[in-house]
Protein backbone atom coordinates (compact mmCIF):
# COMPACT_ATOMS: atom_id res chain seq x y z
CA UNK A 1 0.00 0.00 0.00
CA UNK A 2 1.11 3.27 -0.70
CA UNK A 3 0.70 6.52 0.91
CA UNK A 4 -1.37 7.82 -2.02
CA UNK A 5 -3.63 4.76 -1.52
CA UNK A 6 -4.46 5.82 2.56
CA UNK A 7 -8.33 7.16 2.93
CA UNK A 8 -10.31 7.59 5.95
CA UNK A 9 -12.65 4.83 3.30
CA UNK A 10 -9.91 2.03 3.20
CA UNK A 11 -10.79 -0.52 5.44
CA UNK A 12 -14.42 0.85 6.03
CA UNK A 13 -16.22 -2.16 4.08
CA UNK A 14 -15.37 -5.55 4.69
CA UNK A 15 -15.60 -8.02 1.97
CA UNK A 16 -18.63 -10.51 2.96
CA UNK A 17 -17.40 -14.23 3.29
CA UNK A 18 -18.73 -16.15 -0.03
CA UNK A 19 -19.38 -19.77 1.58
CA UNK A 20 -19.41 -22.88 -0.23
CA UNK A 21 -16.89 -22.32 -3.43
CA UNK A 22 -14.73 -25.46 -3.05
CA UNK A 23 -12.23 -26.99 -0.89
CA UNK A 24 -9.02 -24.31 -1.24
CA UNK A 25 -11.30 -21.56 0.37
CA UNK A 26 -11.83 -23.41 3.69
CA UNK A 27 -15.28 -22.65 4.05
CA UNK A 28 -16.32 -25.23 0.83
CA UNK A 29 -18.89 -27.84 0.86
CA UNK A 30 -20.67 -27.72 4.61
CA UNK A 31 -19.27 -24.16 4.15
CA UNK A 32 -18.26 -24.28 8.62
CA UNK A 33 -21.37 -25.49 9.47
CA UNK A 34 -19.84 -29.25 10.38
CA UNK A 35 -21.45 -32.58 9.69
CA UNK A 36 -25.32 -33.20 10.68
CA UNK A 37 -27.26 -31.80 13.35
CA UNK A 38 -29.77 -29.15 13.94
CA UNK A 39 -27.58 -26.27 13.23
CA UNK A 40 -25.98 -27.50 9.64
CA UNK A 41 -29.48 -27.42 8.83
CA UNK A 42 -31.26 -24.32 6.69
CA UNK A 43 -33.77 -22.35 8.84
CA UNK A 44 -32.31 -23.67 12.35
CA UNK A 45 -32.62 -21.05 15.11
CA UNK A 46 -30.38 -20.99 18.32
CA UNK A 47 -31.88 -19.38 21.05
CA UNK A 48 -30.31 -15.96 22.16
CA UNK A 49 -30.17 -17.10 26.03
CA UNK A 50 -28.30 -20.38 24.59
CA UNK A 51 -25.55 -21.18 26.17
CA UNK A 52 -24.42 -24.77 24.84
CA UNK A 53 -26.04 -26.34 27.24
CA UNK A 54 -24.90 -25.23 30.18
CA UNK A 55 -27.33 -23.92 32.97
CA UNK A 56 -28.54 -20.31 31.34
CA UNK A 57 -27.69 -17.45 33.76
CA UNK A 58 -31.21 -16.47 34.46
CA UNK A 59 -32.20 -20.01 35.76
CA UNK A 60 -28.48 -19.25 37.57
CA UNK A 61 -29.19 -16.26 39.37
CA UNK A 62 -32.29 -16.29 42.45
CA UNK A 63 -35.42 -15.22 41.83
CA UNK A 64 -35.96 -13.44 45.22
CA UNK A 65 -37.64 -9.99 46.47
CA UNK A 66 -40.29 -8.17 46.15
CA UNK A 67 -40.22 -4.38 44.59
CA UNK A 68 -43.15 -2.16 45.87
CA UNK A 69 -42.54 0.54 43.02
CA UNK A 70 -45.71 -0.63 41.09
CA UNK A 71 -47.75 0.14 44.20
CA UNK A 72 -46.49 3.58 45.61
CA UNK A 73 -48.24 6.40 45.16
CA UNK A 74 -46.47 9.32 42.99
CA UNK A 75 -46.72 12.91 43.25
CA UNK A 76 -45.99 15.79 40.85
CA UNK A 77 -43.57 18.64 41.90
CA UNK A 78 -44.51 22.04 41.93
CA UNK A 79 -42.12 24.62 43.82
CA UNK A 80 -42.98 28.05 45.53
CA UNK A 81 -41.33 29.75 42.79
CA UNK A 82 -43.55 28.35 40.32
CA UNK A 83 -46.64 29.28 41.76
CA UNK A 84 -45.39 33.17 41.03
CA UNK A 85 -47.15 33.07 37.98
CA UNK A 86 -50.56 33.27 39.55
CA UNK A 87 -52.42 36.60 40.67
CA UNK A 88 -51.90 38.02 44.13
CA UNK A 89 -54.96 36.50 46.18
CA UNK A 90 -55.93 33.82 43.54
CA UNK A 91 -56.85 30.08 45.18
CA UNK A 92 -54.63 27.52 43.43
CA UNK A 93 -55.86 24.04 43.55
CA UNK A 94 -54.88 21.32 41.19
CA UNK A 95 -57.36 22.23 38.03
CA UNK A 96 -55.92 25.57 38.35
CA UNK A 97 -52.05 23.88 38.19
CA UNK A 98 -53.10 21.60 35.30
CA UNK A 99 -54.29 24.75 33.52
CA UNK A 100 -51.39 26.52 33.77
CA UNK A 101 -49.47 23.22 32.34
CA UNK A 102 -47.28 22.52 35.99
CA UNK A 103 -48.88 19.50 36.52
CA UNK A 104 -50.39 16.81 33.80
CA UNK A 105 -53.89 16.64 34.77
CA UNK A 106 -56.33 16.97 37.13
CA UNK A 107 -56.06 13.37 38.62
CA UNK A 108 -52.46 14.05 39.69
CA UNK A 109 -51.31 14.43 43.12
CA UNK A 110 -49.84 17.36 43.45
CA UNK A 111 -46.78 18.05 46.28
CA UNK A 112 -46.00 21.74 46.93
CA UNK A 113 -42.05 22.08 47.49
CA UNK A 114 -40.30 25.26 49.61
CA UNK A 115 -37.38 25.77 46.57
CA UNK A 116 -37.58 29.58 45.10
CA UNK A 117 -39.35 32.76 46.54
CA UNK A 118 -42.81 33.46 46.81
CA UNK A 119 -44.19 37.44 46.79
CA UNK A 120 -47.85 36.92 46.31
CA UNK A 121 -50.37 36.27 48.75
CA UNK A 122 -51.99 32.53 47.76
CA UNK A 123 -54.83 30.07 48.99
CA UNK A 124 -52.61 26.73 47.40
CA UNK A 125 -54.88 23.76 48.17
CA UNK A 126 -52.37 20.51 47.24
CA UNK A 127 -51.95 16.82 48.55
CA UNK A 128 -48.77 17.51 50.34
CA UNK A 129 -46.53 20.30 51.01
CA UNK A 130 -42.75 20.39 52.28
CA UNK A 131 -42.23 22.32 55.97
CA UNK A 132 -40.49 25.18 53.88
CA UNK A 133 -43.02 25.75 51.40
CA UNK A 134 -45.92 25.49 53.78
CA UNK A 135 -43.97 28.32 56.01
CA UNK A 136 -43.46 30.52 52.53
CA UNK A 137 -47.22 30.54 51.85
CA UNK A 138 -48.24 31.39 55.32
CA UNK A 139 -45.61 33.87 55.54
CA UNK A 140 -47.11 35.89 52.83
CA UNK A 141 -50.65 35.85 54.23
CA UNK A 142 -51.35 32.73 52.30
CA UNK A 143 -52.77 29.88 53.63
CA UNK A 144 -51.91 26.01 52.72
CA UNK A 145 -54.48 22.92 52.76
CA UNK A 146 -54.24 19.46 52.32
CA UNK A 147 -57.03 17.83 49.89
CA UNK A 148 -58.02 14.21 49.61
CA UNK A 149 -55.48 12.60 51.42
CA UNK A 150 -56.58 9.81 53.66
CA UNK A 151 -54.46 9.30 56.43
CA UNK A 152 -52.25 6.48 57.27
CA UNK A 153 -52.45 3.83 59.59
CA UNK A 154 -50.82 4.70 63.18
CA UNK A 155 -51.34 8.51 62.74
CA UNK A 156 -53.20 11.14 63.22
CA UNK A 157 -54.65 13.89 60.24
CA UNK A 158 -54.27 17.46 61.10
Do not use: W
Not at 12 to 19: E, G, S
Not at 42 to 59: D, H, N
Not at 129 to 151: D, H, L, P, W, Y
Amino acid sequence: MLSHEITSVVGKHKTRKRVGRGRGTGVGKTCGRGHKGAHSRAGSTRLSLYEGGQMPLFRRLPKRGFNNKQFATRFEIVNVSQLERFEDGAEVGVEQLSQAGLVPGVQSRVKILGDGELTKRLEVAAHKFSKAAEEKIIGCGGTATRVGVAAKKGRKQA
